[in-house]
């Protein structure tokens, strides 16, 4: 199987590193050439536009920062579907919007060309060692063809239902994970203005009920201080807003998603769009004049699990089956 990969930002190089140090025949495509410098010198083929990745390649994969740029990818000149044919198929890992997979995805099977959704959670330490969770939205027929693929880019693998139902499973993900993130920087300032020890206050969380995935991460580089997590604001408000839009439409009243939102808004106006997702704490820090850091924390987090192959997820009654 070739692969095609198009978007190489802070996930989608992990990815496609992956694939290279897996021996899979990978071309790659971005908006900027530079972001692909060292995976050309990994052995990964470039090519100049989506529509010669395509040509080129059985399996597609974008992942990509917006649903717009997505489409772009698709539909624009030179795109996929200038090239789309059967026995290709098109997997979606960005986070976007299930509405939209849906409406490509249809423009693509007028050319016989099936599609995927399969975002991944799980951060960049995870995806550059290829040990990150992957949700497939698909047919089963589809989903058994590209297994295969999908257990050398992560290790556990959920077949989540019918095209769609993965996006809208990794927006639900990504509101949850930026609501421990907001919660987690309020918890840290409070135990620093009652004079309880940060690295204390950091054990104490992790091992009891209030721990969480993103306290065992994002919480480390706050108390580093370098709030560093290859995550950026605007990633954190396009999430939620697509939260937000699936509880509207569905006619699902909430009150911690529209403040949530509202938080994320005036940091991106204090601290700009681009800024990582944990220094929205430095807000919570200039307001109080407390200072959270402590020694022994990690400026970036890394995946000290050794890669694996992947195994499929069965949901059964609250428990995990893996299945090879």
Known sequence: MQVGFIGLGNVGAKLAETLIRNKIPTFI?????SSAINLIKMGCNWLDTPEDITSKSDCIITCLPSPKASADVIEGDKGIFKAASEKKIWIEMSTTQSSEVKRLAKKLLEKGMHSADCPVSGGCHRAETGNIAIFAGCERSVFEIIKPLLCTLGKKILHTGPLGSASTLKVMTNYLATTHLVAC?????????????????????????GNSFVHETESQV?????????????????????????????????????LLNKIVKNAISKLGARANSPSIISLLEKQTGLEILAPGFPAQIKDNEPESVGVEIKPTNGQQKEVT
């Open 29 to 33: 495509h971005d908006i900027e050439k």
């Open 185 to 209: 920087c309020e918890a840290l300032v409070v135990m620093k203005a009652a004079k309880i020890d940060l690295s204390t206050t950091f054990q104490a969380i992790k091992i009891s009920s």
């Open 222 to 258: 706050i108390l580093n201080g370098s709030r560093d997590i290859n995550f950026t604001l605007d990633l954190v408000a396009k999430d939620i807003s697509l939260f937000q839009e699936i509880a509207t439409e569905n006619n699902v009243p909430l009150e911690i998603s529209p």
